[in-house]
């Protein structure tokens, strides 16, 4: 088939002969490599151990919102008197497992396991490329990723423990906070933010300047096109954030004013700072990052949904421009709706029209992009694989997200919806079940692709099927809470009587939450075990796409010839040919 | 205060704004759904008439779809009736239109770690100067005491009365860190941004007890930043006003030579 | 290519790409560049912001221009046009072939960068001295951030810029259009610093 193999061994990065290279040490290897591909699998197992960690303090989180005041056996003595007193929760420790929960699945789950783990790792597979375009600074940036990573969580054992003003970090709140661990996240912050503008460089020049020959950007996978407008997000997005950590830690370390207005009365006490400043200058500039973030969170899921769609359902995706253009367009409005955060903060009609307005508009590509996702199943010969499981899942669990994004982004049903459960409930149902949906859906499809093997797909269904029922049980009823006003971040909802009327709501998703957590475990079982299986066969997927042209897994430098594409990335069932997939780089027609 | 009130959806409306609010949470609910349900109907049925099994293999050629580009200018033609029929318009109404001053009764609140500070202007219609240098446990509003305006002014923590059926206007501050005023049975919310001051109106249509919930982080405390909203009947707020008006001013003694009779003692 | 023999061999690292007409180095450093314009960006739009709402500027009354030292800021101001002008003149040394004026333009512009960093030593610790800190009002917080800021932005240009003089030019040997990019890389790095600079002044000193 391919002339790109090479007989390199099967281990991760085996040297390839062509190139005459020099045995690297295992550290070179291993640890400081520059090969993409070690690199991305860095930092998809670091993100993962993130995901778990931020998602072991929601559980913790939970027992307090089902059983408020209770001391929880066994775990709460063991997490010390000053954030669990006699095994209750204190309510500075909740604050802190809300506000790390939400910044660790965001900045040190999230992203670099989407773009980080799988751009890393699959892009410069499926354009052609040998590895990224500068391969030291892609190592230079994971090795920013993971102090940053090790530093937010180290917060929790300072004293005073973690940050606990929320992810969103308002001053003067998290200024007049003193503990250390609030000046630790905006440090660690800093070093998050480095290593994604670091890596988004690296995606933007290899997706421009690496391609392999006789590919267009319009036969580019879909997968590709999203990665490329997130980096662009990142690129830009995320300077204004480290521009308003600096004033923070200014404001902290330096007793400045950025944030703080005159006349602080903090506990009875006179706040002794110059003033001068304003808290909404801070809220402004970190939704102008934060709100382009979340399209950084959503866009390589619906590359990698695109992908197993495609595959899985025989057939060319339906309307690959438009999802282009979409792609494109939702990229550039996400810099010009950021304020639709802030519509409770004294915002006049003028300024509120224009970012309603703009929200209103960036529903448009999210609409187009749902609906050529859904066109693409008609008409297809659709394979019930894991990974399609996981993908197919993602289209309704999307929609709900989205959708209920409209009350919000319009002002008037805002002023009763703003900082419930409803918000909560309408962002993890787009980040929760769509996107890490997605990337359970990548993590089965490339496995094949990183190991040479096949994850077990009995236990990829039972992981599916249980974590879709509990991952709806968590948050469906949150829009029943918020519909009821119950505010977010409360740590203790009982304390008002619409919150005591609906109790039994937060009982209900805190057991599936811990249910939700017990679903991960075949597939953390499947995931090692599978190492151990046979190998299987080249493109068990029976994929069009680049990557899988290379060996699974590939060698260091990943094609010994540069590959030539002939064709359109989704090629499946072309009338008159044997098999139903022709893949990009086969030279024959 | 009557839990039996709430439940799982909507608490009641007892403002005279709100009823718009509710209309348009409903009608917008109500586009997500037939959206929803239409795009779920198509999508089960690709799954089922799609599916791959012996002898169905898959169209290469992507169908013509007029029906797409329908749900497409429908979606855009509803969004924009959303926006410019419904949500602008409420919300203008609201911000652009507050009742005079003069019709209204004017609280002023000053929110902190974790209570909510209420300021009346007492039987003189008047504010006392309040500044947040003098601000401490036992003034929490920062009451100037030499300022004689202030003197029949009525300082209350964590209780909001006012009548039903007169717009009330709460003019929003906070002295420490962002909170926000959120009565939800009133359908209303506005941060308390320290270094500004916000004005909010509502006016209610029922009496009754209800609550006011902080609705933005401000602290470990947050949680517990709850006050007492009463709703009074014009009597009952008459009667409450008067029953916590501060004791009248001692009448000054005068050191004049025809006094020194000594100006009879209170 | 590089010191490291296990890279694999990368496209474009030094021939520019067909389409875009630029290699891979160049092509990076301009987006660094458009990133670190959002970050200037975002906190001169904060300097604007705090400025214009506050009731008179500077808070305490006076000029701009009477509170910092204007004089030596003009030094400044002409050490780093200089100092880009240097560095042009380095990397024209590097097409020309002559790596031994070279290291004398590229000297002349680490330098002048640390001249710079000497002038601003003695500005801000005349400030300390006075008793004004960054604390003291926002004024003094929004002029040693943004040039605090930018003062990293020239010691991280002298720091490459020494890299290059110095373990850098072992490039120079193996293969020399690799090197002249790299030198031109730099210097648009350089010309952003000074183009920095030239924003801050009039917006900080003289306004």
Redesign the interface.
Known sequence: MSASKTHGHAAHGG?DAG?G??E?PFW??YVFS??HKIIGLQYAVTALVFLFFGFTLMMLLRWQLAYPGQPLPVIGKLLGESAMPGGVM???FY?QLGAMHGTIMVFMGIVPLAVGGFGNYVVPLQIG?????????NMASYWAFLPGGILMIASFFLPGGAA???WTN????SE??QTPGQTVWLFAMVLLITSS?LG???F??TI???RAKGLTFFRLPFFVHAQFVTSFLL??????L???A??QI?DRL?????F?????????E??H?????????WQH?FW?LAHPEVYVLILPAMGIVAEVIANN????L??YRLLVYSAIFLGFMSFVVWAHHMF???M??TM??FF??TT?II??PS??I??CF??S????????TVPMLFA?AF??MF??GG??G??LG????D??????FYVIAHFHYVVAPGTIFALFAGIYYWYPKVTGKQMNQALGKVHFWLSFIFINGVFMPMF?QG???L?R?????T????G???QG?NVLISWSAWGLALAQLPFIWNFFASLRHVKVAENPWQSTTLEWAAPSPPP???FVT?PVVYRDPYQ????GRST?FHPQFAREA | MDETKYGYWFPPDVSTHGVQIDQLIDIVHWFMLILFVGWGIFFVYCLIKYRARPGHAATYLPPKAQFTKVIEVSVIVIEVLLLFWFSTPVWFAYKNHPPPEKDALVIKLVAEQFAWDFHYAGKDGKFGRTSEASMSGDNPVGMDPDDPDGKDDIVTINQLHFPVNKPVIVQISSKDVIHSFNIPVLRVKQDAVPGTRIPIWFQATKPGHFELACAQLCGLGHYRMRADVLIDTPEEYAKWAAENAPPPAEPPTSAAPENQQGAPQK | MSAHAADAVIPHTVEPHPVTGIPNGKFGIWLFLASEVMLFGALFSSYVLIRTQAPHWPPEGGLSSEILNVPLATVNTAVLITSSITMVLAWASCKMGRIDRFRFWMGATVALAFVFLVIKYFEYTHKFHDGHFPSTNNFYAVYFTLTGLHGLHVIGGIVVNTFLLTAGTRLWKTDRDHFTNRVENAGLYWHFVDLVWIFLFPSLYLL
């Open positions: 040297h190139h290279h020099h690297l070179r290897k520059v090969d204190a309510p500075e604050n490329a040998p590895d990224m375009a500068f391969p030291r600074i606990q003003s929320g308002y001053p003067p709140l007049v906070t503008l988004s460089i690296n933007i020049v421009v300047q690496l690129l830009l997005a995320f300077p204004p480290e521009a308003a600096v004033m200014m330096a007793n400045t004013s950025f703080l207005p005159a006349g602080l009365v903090v506990s009875g006179q706040w700072a110059a003033g001068g400043g304003s808290p909404l200058l500039l102008f359902t025989r057939k060319p339906w309307g409770m903060t004294g006049g009609t509120s029209t309603q307005t209103m529903s448009i609409v187009v749902l609906t859904i066109m199943l008609y008409g297809g010969a659709i394979r019930y197919t289209l309704p929609a709900i959708l209920t409209l009350p319009l002002t008037a049903s002023i009763y919806l703003h900082d419930t029943f519909m009821a006003g505010s971040r409360l740590y203790d909802p304390i008002y009587a619409h005591r009327a609906i709501l260091h430098g990943n540069p499946y069932s072309e009338p139903d």
